[in-house]
């Protein structure tokens, strides 16, 4: 059976049990993009509506340069994207749930 082909019938099984909007990352992928930094903006991002990078980066503390930098990977992997308005540029999870490939499947 085909990488692609175990793939496919894996996101059937999310969407058959829900899990519609769904991207599922490669496991080199995650390991890359998910430091314990980047897993504070995603947990922001679930949790409320942010209006830019500014006040995210104000909201955890941290340097906007820092954030920016973090924020730029996560919409390189497909994991957030960006809602424009004016000159601000607002992150939003792009989709509702995202998994991380599996080790093994049948």
């Keep these: 059976m085909s990488k692609s082909y175990r793939l ?3 996101l059937r099984t999310f969407a058959e049990a829900g ?3 769904s991207l599922v990352l490669r496991r080199e992928t995650a390991e890359r993009v998910m ?22 980066a104000r ?10 930098r973090d924020l730029d990977v996560l919409f390189e992997c497909d994991v957030i994207e960006y809602d424009e308005k004016g000159a601000r ?11 991380v490939e599996p080790l093994f499947t049948r």
Excluded: H, M, Q, W
Excluded at 59 to 68: F, I, P, S, W
């Design 59 to 68: 909201r955890l503390n941290r340097d906007a340069g820092a954030v920016k």
């Design 8 to 10: 496919t019938n894996f």
């Design 35 to 56: 430091s314990e930094e980047r897993a504070r903006i995603l947990e922001e991002l679930r949790d409320d509506d942010v209006r830019s990078i500014r006040e995210l």
């Design 19 to 21: 899990y519609e909007d």
């Design 89 to 99: 540029k607002a992150p939003r999870l792009k989709y509702d749930n995202v998994f």
